[in-house]
């Protein structure tokens, strides 16, 4: 689907790692970044949008190297498993020198550490994958970078993953800080917390995080931390509203937008710079959870549907159980955290007023993806895992502008530092306090 724009394959290594070439320009003036574990592109993006050239990106699907490929045609991508990626190869492909990267970015697979897996362990081999990542920075040394994983990584394995990491970046000579940060304060329309793990050799790592712009799900949260200033939270109403209605398992890959406007900012943001609709097209609900989901309400759940309706596994559940399943997305709320499939078995993915799942479009909006953005894949399941694996968009540029000014600050600095410096040797004989003030 959707892959007619995509680049061939350039090259093909020795331990299989499909290289494409990019089939566009970057700007060669602007930052430069590189995504590892990149996915469909969801911190790429933001980068992007936040002014960064994307000169590269990694990931073993084969669904996810097609959607970023279509989407980052300046890009060069690496398609298969990072242990077969080497610094070397990066700088070849990409035209870079050794500590020319600005930024590498990326989120090592995170399922081994999410608190919703109940075997996760700091054994498991995708729970290594981090060391690659740090391989690879070991090889580039980049100027700065950016890891994004789930708040299980602050735990799995009494800490040893975290303490892992910063033992060994401290070694490259970075300085390193982390942080959780949840997506709805920088204005995405879902509640979802992640870690960044930010590192910096050019300066103190502490302003690669931003700061909120909008106001937290948990109003506790607010007055605890007394912000103002904050802008209003971006609603599902706000994320999806002038979106076309479907029936059950319908739509297109590419559709007219049916002559609904789009009626707030949010909205007009996404659909900025493309007239047509992609990716609007839902799963088809069997006979069964249609039977169930037509009694759950706007933000209702499980608990609102007859017990005899229900599996049987869940006829016995406590209404304490299970909080999320089938539960139905409510206009002035915000969207759970997306997952994978966007299943009502599994969370709150019905859409708010029509008896369907909602689409991979919808699901991109509540992740913050411009409507020009187009998920490819040979297959309506793979775009959901897409979508539901992406780092929330506004998220990532918010991430993005702090690191961009963090660069920019520190190389100013070093500059005048550096001026400074070549004066005073050449004016060693002036007073020392009119050097101070040089």
Known sequence: MLGDRVSSISDLTSDGLKVYSATGSVDQFAPKCLDLFAGAGGLAVGFREAGWAIVGGNDMSKDASATFRLNFPEAVFFEGSVAALTAELVLQKC??????????????????????NHHRSDSDDRARLFEHYLRIVRGLKPKTLVMENVPGILTIGGGSVITAIRTALAEMDYETTLDVLSAEEFGTPQVRRRVFIVASRIGEPESLLPLPTHRPADSRKLKRKKMKGLKKTVTVLDAIGDLPPLENGKGAQVADRAGITAFSGFQRNARRGIRKLYNHVCHGLTSVNLDRIVHVPEGGNWRDIPRDLLPAGMQRAKLTDHTKRYGRLARCGFASTLLTKCDPHWGAYIHPTQDRTISVREAARLQGFPDKFRFAGESLGAQYEQVGNAVPVPLAIAIGNAVLAHLIQHASANSACGESSNKDSRDSSEPAQRKKAA
């Not at 035209?95 to 919703?116: H, R, V």
């Open 95 to 116: 035209g870079l020198a050794e500590g020319e990267l600005d930024c590498l970015i990326g989120g090592p697979p995170c399922q081994s550490f999410s608190y919703n």
